[in-house]
């Protein structure tokens, strides 16, 4: 057991040395493809301007004075295909594709698709969606080692700002990769986008376990930042949570429902996640608006919300609200998945559970229950565990989705 405690420093260094590619592998050899294009595209249409002027000019002399008059409708013409006025439009398509880094329904400019067979994705979303799962891995392989566990900050840390601030949440955002999933299913739309992720986070989930709510993403490492330990212990009770596990199945078939009518991305309209990453865009309109319509009053409320829960609550969202953790952890009930069990006997120290603070391991009547639904593979009830018992297992026909612990006996169910 003492071997999986322990990293070389070599290693270490070498696996964070590889997360840091994995994180500027998306835009390392990325163009940018707003102001250089914006640019080129001013110059282009100059250079043509002119030379279509020019040239007008040379067939003018050639031809005779009054028959000018007679084909004044291709001078007209000349102006209604626009090469000056499609100078404006263009710059217009380069300046509203910023905001779709706001809004998440668009590929922000970005050129060049590819095709997978099953799919097709734009090519920046390729790029991060591969740089995603792989990142993702990466925590799948460190949770498994005592010395990897404590590189677990440093990813949530790069998930805020990488994922959360620099990308405004829109890359990354776990809700998103379901709706891009549903969407492109459903026909409702020609690229799967981030659904592509979705697809792959349920894949390193059954290999690997739910790393990637305890690692990667940046709503739940958001939410995690907030939280002030020891404000809200009556929230840990098996009632809470059988309440929470209902509101999560509600609200994932309400969302379905709306994609299934709509056949949009609503959620990104009110999605607070995404306004608090871009906070100054945000606070500056709310502070020089005139008046504010529904859903930027649902958003308010969503942002005051997800505040004030976050610091009361640990992942209020996760544990209430996220269809994408919900699925994922049902994940660990299909045979052969990854997920947490006990080997050998417990100590009935109630350590694991102390330590666990998203209450995937809870003790009433002194029987400790660990419930691999909720897991979301952090790796602290394994450093707080003096036996070394807690590790990683597969589901099979002796080793299930929930442990019962009770007098230091411990079986699966």
């Known amino acids: 057991m003492q071997k999986n405690k322990s990293i070389s420093g070599q290693w270490l260094f070498t696996i964070a040395l590889l997360f840091l590619v994995v994180c500027i592998s998306p835009y390392a050899g990325a ?56 100078e404006f439009s263009e710059y217009t398509e380069e300046d509203s594709s910023t905001t779709c880094k706001h809004s998440c329904n668009n590929s922000c400019g970005a050129k060049g698709e590819i095709d997978l067979g099953f799919a097709k994705i734009k090519t920046d ?26 590189l677990r900050g440093i990813f949530l840390i790069s998930s805020i700002l ?81 309440a929470f596990l209902i509101s999560r199945i509600v609200l994932l078939i309400a969302l379905l429902i709306q994609l299934g009518v709509m056949g949009t991305k609503y959620w990104c309209n009110i999605d607070p996640f995404t306004n608090i990453f871009a906070f100054r865009a945000f606070f500056d309109f709310v502070l020089t608006a005139t008046s504010f319509h529904t859903e930027m009053i649902i958003v308010i409320i969503l942002i005051l919300l997800l505040l004030v829960t976050s610091v009361l609550s640990y992942r209020p969202f996760c544990r209430t609200m996220c269809p994408v953790g919900f699925i994922l952890g049902q994940v660990a009930r299909i045979p052969g998945a990854a997920l947490v069990g006990i080997d050998g006997k417990c100590a009935s120290c ?34 707080a565990c003096p036996k070394d018992g807690l590790t990683f297992m597969k589901n099979s026909r002796k080793v299930k989705a929930k442990v019962i612990c009770k007098h230091g006996e411990c079986e699966f169910k």
């Open 162 to 242: 990488i994922l959360g601030f620099w990308k405004v949440g829109c890359t990354g955002c776990p809700i998103t990769t379901l709706m891009d999933f549903v969407l492109y299913t459903a026909g409702y739309a020609d690229y799967i986008g981030f659904g592509l992720l979705f697809i792959g986070l349920i894949l390193i989930t059954y290999f690997l376990g739910q790393v990637w709510c305890g690692w990667i993403c940046p709503f739940g490492a958001l939410q995690e930042l907030l939280y002030l330990p020891g404000k809200a212990k009556w929230l840990v009770s098996h009632k809470t949570k059988k």
């Open 31 to 86: 163009q940018d493809t707003t102001g250089e294009d914006e640019f080129k595209a001013w110059s282009e249409e100059g250079t043509q301007n002119q030379t279509n002027e020019f040239s007008e000019w040379n067939e003018d002399e050639a031809q005779d004075e009054f028959s000018d008059w007679d084909e004044g409708d291709d001078e007209f013409s000349d102006w209604s295909e626009g090469d000056e006025f499609s």
């Open 125 to 150: 979303k390729f790029n991060w969606t591969l740089s995603i799962m792989l990142a993702t891995i990466l925590a799948g392989i460190l949770v498994r080692f005592g010395a990897g566990r404590k």
């Open 350 to 383: 109630k350590m694991c559970n102390n330590a666990c603070t998203y209450n995937a391991i809870i003790r009433a009547d002194k029987v400790s229950v660990l419930d691999n639904t909720d897991c979301i593979a952090c790796g602290d009830c394994m450093d």
